[in-house]
């Protein structure tokens, strides 16, 4: 078995659990905040995060084993940088049946409007949900981190997902995501075979999650 962790994520609305304080920044081992999200209207992004009905959800219910969350700020020239590195490891989880399902991405956009999310998704193509959180509460929730700023967790059912790993600064190529991701969930360097490539993401060969 490969992960028992949740992978992409973002955040807003609502917090259940204890916040960072300014300046002390989510770190490895530590539990996520309580936070909640609107379930998405449209149909292909809440199948794809597991959900159903209306209203908002936290992210212990998004049904995978790992997410990985990116905190970023819509007019960000870094955080633009990122997004087709993202959306390239996206459609490669998506089409490995090892993978898919196990693993996902999500967006949350500091201080930006639902329109402005709305807009930015469409102009770059953005194929996983993303949030709006325009009044920086998660953005706070998160000790106010510098953006770009990714977080894998592990879901851990009704709990507050684990922090494996986190990162700030530019991933701008799939292999800088993908390394983050090797790191986090334990996959093995064999599974991207080249430089940049970031085929072949296997759960066959890679080592169990550690508890």
Not at 130 to 149: C, M, S, W
């Amino acid at each position: 078995m490969f992960i028992h962790s949740a992978m992409i994520v973002f955040l807003s609305w609502g917090l259940q659990a204890p916040a960072f304080a300014e300046g002390d920044v989510p770190a490895k081992g530590a539990s996520l905040p309580g936070i909640r999200l609107p379930i998405p209207k449209d149909l292909n992004e809440k199948k794809y995060l597991g959900l159903s009905g209306d209203g908002l959800f936290k992210i212990c219910q998004i049904k995978s084993e790992g997410v990985l969350i990116k905190v970023f700020k819509l007019y960000c020239p870094i955080c633009q940088s990122t997004v087709s590195a993202m959306a390239e490891i996206y459609r490669q989880i998506e089409n490995n049946p090892d993978l898919g399902g196990r693993l996902k991405l999500i967006g949350i956009g500091a201080g930006n409007s639902p329109l402005e999310i709305k807009v930015f998704k469409e102009s770059y193509n953005v194929p996983f949900p993303i949030f709006p959180d325009e009044n920086f509460k998660i953005h706070q929730a998160l000790g106010e981190v510098r953006t770009p700023f990714f977080i894998a967790v592990r879901i851990e059912g009704e709990r507050p997902p684990r922090i494996l790993q986190t990162h700030l600064g530019a991933l701008t190529g799939a292999r800088a995501l993908s390394d983050l991701m090797i790191e986090a969930y334990g996959m093995k360097h064999e599974n991207f075979p080249t430089k940049e490539a970031t085929s072949s993401l296997s759960l066959k060969d890679a080592r169990p999650m550690p508890d």
